[in-house]
């Protein structure tokens, strides 16, 4: 069996292109039965977080899966083959596997050494083992590539300082009103990205925090224990004439604020300065809304300018976790060969067959 990657992330598309590719967890089953019928992969798991789309695909013959994956993803977005082929990245093994791990640990994220990444692999391997997608092989890979995350985490530094998106976006928000304490705040998602951001609003001294999520019940749970308000998503359109600061991080395959709501609150507000920051993927703001006067509206890709500082402090960690993922590498692909090894008839045995 070979280990074939294809996908795309935040430095090879835009966020105009991999919201087009993104995967809900509801579609996972159907996009796994596909990738068996169409594609005639053996094991498979997908990845699809703000930042990248990555399917990972075991296949007892190499030739011609890289392209039947990109025609897949291409038929999934709507996308000319042609105008996705640049975009896309392959790996076969080891790069691949490396690949893996890097991004596990949070090498290949736009935050340098972020912490959010490795719960996003986590529940992507467990939404495709839950789907029957993963055999003998992607069950140790995943698993062996976790451990080298956390292993990475323990061992360095790559996780000092700004490590997650959510703190980012926190960061920014600084940057157009500078001091978050007595601002308003509006949180829509209650997510893992999404309570990161609640924890570092209210590490901010942000007092007047309000929460909007698809589950109530997690909203309130979430609001208890940093003592934020709870609020049902339909008073949306209200709470945008308080709040000074919008963040959104859902799952909503379409927008939750159009530009008109926008543009409607702005006349109420007397055009007082509304900053948005979307970290959602799809995007869960329109983003001509950023057009508007007095709008400042940001989505996750235009979080680049302000990691840059912390990935420099946190660059020297970086050849020491890599020493650490090639040593895991390493591990599992002997561990493999092995197994390969095992599972092949010997010489003899092929002789002796009738």
């Known amino acids: 069996m070979h280990i074939i990657l294809v996908g795309v992330n935040h430095r090879s598309a835009p966020i105009e292109l991999r919201e087009r590719l993104a995967f809900r967890r509801e579609q996972l089953p159907e996009a796994f039965d596909r990738l068996r019928e169409e594609v005639g992969l053996s094991e498979a798991a997908i990845l699809s977080t703000c930042n990248r789309v990555e399917i990972y695909a075991g296949v007892p013959e190499a030739d011609g899966t890289v392209a ?124 893992k990205i999404g309570e990161l951001t609640l924890k570092r609003l209210a590490d901010r001294g942000v007092r007047d925090i309000r929460l909007m999520n698809r589950s109530p019940e997690r909203a309130a749970e979430a609001a208890a224990r940093y003592r934020a308000t709870p609020l049902p998503l339909e008073r949306l359109q209200e ?85 650490i993922i090639d040593h895991r590498v390493e591990r599992f692909l002997s561990w493999w060969r092995e197994d390969l090894e095992r599972c092949e008839p010997s010489p003899s045995a092929l002789a002796a067959a009738p």
């Open 68 to 191: 039947r994956l990109r025609r897949f993803l291409s038929e999934r977005g709507g996308i000319e083959p042609a105008g996705l082929a640049e975009r896309v990245y392959h790996y076969t093994e080891p790069q691949s596997v490396r690949h893996l791990f890097s991004v596990v640990s949070g090498l290949d994220s736009m935050v340098l050494g972020e912490g959010e990444i490795v719960h996003q692999v986590k529940h992507a391997y467990e939404w495709a083992k839950h789907c029957g997608a993963t055999g003998k092989v992607f069950n140790v890979l995943f698993q062996r590539a976790l451990n080298a995350a956390k292993a990475v985490r323990a061992q360095t530094g790559i996780g000092c300082g700004r490590t997650s998106i959510g703190t980012v976006a926190v960061a920014l928000s600084e940057k157009i009103f500078g001091r978050l304490a007595g601002r308003t705040v509006l949180l829509i998602g209650i997510g």
């Open 239 to 323: 709470e945008l004439l308080e709040a000074d600061i919008v963040i959104t991080s859902t799952g909503a395959p379409g927008h939750l604020l159009c530009r008109a709501d926008i543009e409607q609150a702005m006349r109420k507000r007397h055009q007082r300065p509304l900053c948005l920051v979307d970290l959602g993927v799809p995007r869960n703001i329109e983003p001509s809304a950023g057009r508007l006067d007095n709008v400042y509206r940001f989505d996750v890709d235009d979080l680049q300018g302000v990691v840059e500082h912390g990935h420099r402090a946190r660059q020297e960690a970086v050849d020491q976790s890599r020493l």
